[in-house]
């Protein structure tokens, strides 16, 4: 009955961290390869679900992090351009 109990605990947790809001990272300023290896680092430290939303200003970023982050397992939602910046978001 215990471990029923602890599996149902892990499922709120999971749902309330998947309903939660996306983790923010803004990245303007960072080149490539360095502003993949911080979302990266910020998506391992997320739980599964978890949306992340990166700002970039980085045009070879934009390119490349899509291909890596799919390479990782982890889907791209979003890649849109924002007055001279892009907002990509990236669930776990």
Known sequence: ??????????SKMEVAASSSQPVCLDLRGVKCPLNWARAKVRLEQMHRHQVLELILDDPRGVRDIPTAAEAEGYAVLECRKLNGAWRMRIER
């Not at 009955?1 to 892990?10: E, T």
């Open 1 to 10: 009955m215990a471990r029923g109990l602890a599996m149902m605990i892990c």
